[in-house]
C-alpha cells in the first residue's frame, strides 16, 4: 500500500475553526461560487477578463475582483453578467415553497429475483406517470406506497 | 533541512486536501506558527482564510484567482492567500489545483515583499520546501496519483543540507 502523509492534530487548529460565524462562512461561500461560476462561464464561452471587462463596459481590475471570490455583488451586476454570459447566476423562478423534487433509481436487473407482495387483502399503489414520481414528495410517495 | 508535510484533516474537503510542514523539533507546522502568531491581532482576518479554505476544499476547488500572483521564481506554485482588507499573506504551495500545501506568512505593511523581511523569510521557507517537494515529484518518490487528491510516498524529508533562508 502507498506510503501517505501522517494526519496532523491539534488545539491550534481545533481553534483556528472555530473562528469566525456561520453567517461569515455563508456569504464568504456565496461569493467564492458566484466568482467559480462566472469563471467557468468564461471558459465555456471562451471570454477572457478584458473581453469581458469590454463587455460589461468595466476595467479589468473590476473583473479581477469579481473572480477573486471576495467581491459583494450587486444584483444589478449579477443581473448584467447573467445577460453577458448566458449563465443563470440568480434563482428567481417563482416555486411553491415545500415542492421538491425526489430522484427514484430503480434497478430492474436483480440476481436474485424477488416478488414483493403486499399482505393478503391489500395493494400497492404507484404514481400513475413517471413524472408524478418524479415531482411527488418523499413523503406523499410514502403514503401512496402505503397499502391501500 | 529537514521537514515532513503533514496532512491536515481537518480542513480537508472532497476537492482538495490540505497538508502543511513540520521543521525539525517543531510540533507545530507553519501554518499552526501562522495562527499563532496572527490570532491575538488579526482574529476576523484569520476567520476569512477559514472560510476560504474550507469552500475551496469543499465546493470551489483551488482557483488560482482566489490567490495573489505568484511569488518567486517561476514553476514554483507559491501563492499568497489574502484575507478580504487584505491585510494577511498566507503563503501556499498549489499541487494540480487539488492540493495545498499552507506555509507561513504574516501581515503585509509593506508593498513589496522584498521590503517586509518576515514575509520574505515566510516566502523563502516555502520555497525551499516546494523546490524539495518538486525535485520528489519529478524522481517519482512524491505522486499524485490521477484522479485522486492525495499525495502519496516519501514525505519525510530527512536531508541534512543547512537551511539557507535568505
Known amino acids: ?148 | 533541512m529537514k521537514f515532513e508535510i503533514k496532512k491536515l484533516d481537518a480542513l480537508c474537503g472532497r476537492k482538495v486536501s490540505v497538508y502543511s510542514v513540520t521543521l525539525e523539533n517543531d510540533n507545530h507546522t507553519l501554518f499552526e506558527r501562522f495562527i499563532l502568531e496572527n490570532a491575538p491581532t488579526f482574529p476576523g482576518e484569520l476567520a476569512d482564510l477559514r472560510y476560504q479554505i474550507k469552500v475551496m476544499a469543499e465546493n470551489t476547488g483551488i482557483r488560482d484567482r482566489f490567490f495573489e500572483k505568484p511569488e518567486g521564481k517561476l514553476g514554483q506554485d507559491i501563492w499568497a492567500l489574502y484575507d478580504e482588507k487584505g491585510k494577511l499573506r498566507l503563503y501556499c504551495m498549489q499541487i494540480g489545483h487539488v492540493v495545498i500545501i499552507l506555509g507561513g506568512g504574516g501581515p503585509k505593511a509593506t508593498r513589496t515583499l522584498q521590503e517586509d523581511p518576515k514575509l520574505k523569510l515566510e516566502n523563502n521557507l516555502l520555497r525551499m520546501v516546494s523546490d524539495a517537494i518538486t525535485q520528489r515529484m519529478i524522481e517519482k518518490e512524491i505522486r499524485l496519483p490521477l484522479d485522486s487528491n492525495e499525495l502519496t510516498g516519501n514525505l519525510i524529508f530527512d536531508d541534512d543540507d543547512p537551511m539557507e533562508v535568505e
Open chain 1, 1 to 148: 500500500m502507498e506510503q501517505t502523509a501522517r494526519s496532523h492534530h491539534s488545539q491550534v487548529l481545533d481553534d483556528f475553526l472555530s473562528l469566525g460565524t456561520e453567517e461569515e462562512f455563508a456569504r464568504t461561500k456565496s461569493r467564492m461560487m458566484l466568482a467559480a461560476k462566472i469563471q467557468d462561464a468564461m471558459a465555456a464561452k471562451n471570454i477572457g477578463k478584458k473581453e469581458l471587462a469590454e463587455r460589461m463596459g468595466q476595467q479589468p481590475s473590476v473583473i479581477t475582483k469579481w473572480l477573486s471570490g471576495k467581491h459583494n455583488f450587486t444584483t444589478d451586476t449579477l443581473t448584467d453578467i447573467q445577460r453577458v454570459l448566458g449563465v443563470r447566476l440568480l434563482a428567481l423562478e417563482e416555486k411553491p415553497v415545500g415542492q421538491n423534487v425526489y430522484h427514484i433509481t430503480i434497478n430492474l436487473i436483480s440476481p436474485q429475483p424477488q416478488q414483493i407482495l403486499p399482505p393478503e387483502g391489500r395493494t400497492y399503489s404507484l404514481p400513475s406517470t413517471k413524472t408524478d414520481m418524479i415531482r411527488t414528495p418523499k413523503k406523499n410517495l410514502e403514503r401512496q406506497l402505503a397499502y391501500a
